[in-house]
């Protein structure tokens, strides 16, 4: 286990993030909320690179609720085959656009319960909505930021909820509206699962890793 990072070398670990990369945004291709609020739906157990393949035809046909209710189920279902999980991806997504059509004029609502309540969407799916189309500072631990905060030190924990609570314990206020996407980034490129780059890692210097070679200085 990586020892906790000081709080010298986590803002040390931001800025270096920052600098790399001052305006980081999601790989999810998308030209509205609904739009980014389907993709990330379908983001589950999937890529991004997979997720977009998959709506730049979607959204061509149906962008939005009524759009997607006029598709239906079995007709969302022939545009995202390729995705895993993609029946109950399907049938939350039908679900998720009547309660918005209902209950929320067809806009995608701003807070986090009101998110939390449609189908489909969980704690992760509501950071990522309210991040990026909301600026709030939210972080979704995924599977790439749950491993580089107990890889580096910056944040342990065994389960999703205790990695982002301690996350938004020691992030730097000035870096929170970021770190997200700089995490997600960092995970998916550099702190790979297997093989971590860690010649090319702008934070090794900062990095607890007890597995990790010795930097050139």
Not at 156 to 170: F, Y
Not at 175 to 183: M, N, S
Request: hydrophobic fraction near 40%; charged fraction near 25%.
């Amino acid at each position: 286990m990586s020892k906790p990072l000081s709080k010298t070398k986590i803002r040390k670990f931001f800025e270096h993030l920052q600098a790399a990369n001052p305006e980081p945004e999601t790989e999810l291709r998308y030209n509205s909320p609904f739009e980014l609020l389907v993709a990330v739906i379908l983001s589950a157990q999937s890529t991004d690179v997979g997720v977009n393949k998959a709506t730049d035809k979607l959204f061509a046909v149906a962008n939005t609720p009524a759009g997607m209710l006029q598709l239906g189920e079995e007709g969302l279902k022939r545009y995202i085959s390729s995705l895993g999980l993609y029946n109950n991806k399907a049938r939350n997504i039908i679900a998720a656009c009547e309660i918005l059509q209902r209950d929320f004029n067809g806009e995608v609502p701003r807070e986090r319960k009101a998110l939390e309540s449609l189908p489909g969407v969980g704690r992760k799916t509501a950071n990522v909505v309210l991040n990026v189309l909301f600026d709030q500072p939210t972080v979704a631990v995924d599977t790439h930021i749950f491993r580089v905060a107990n890889r580096t030190g910056l944040a342990s924990g065994k389960t999703p909820r205790q990695v982002e609570d301690g996350l938004m314990r020691v992030i730097p206020k000035a870096y929170l509206r970021h770190a997200h996407h700089w995490l997600v980034l960092h995970g998916r490129y550099i702190c790979t699962a297997r093989k971590p780059k860690c010649a090319e890692c702008p934070v090794i210097h900062e990095c607890n890793w007890p597995e990790k070679p010795l930097p050139i200085r």
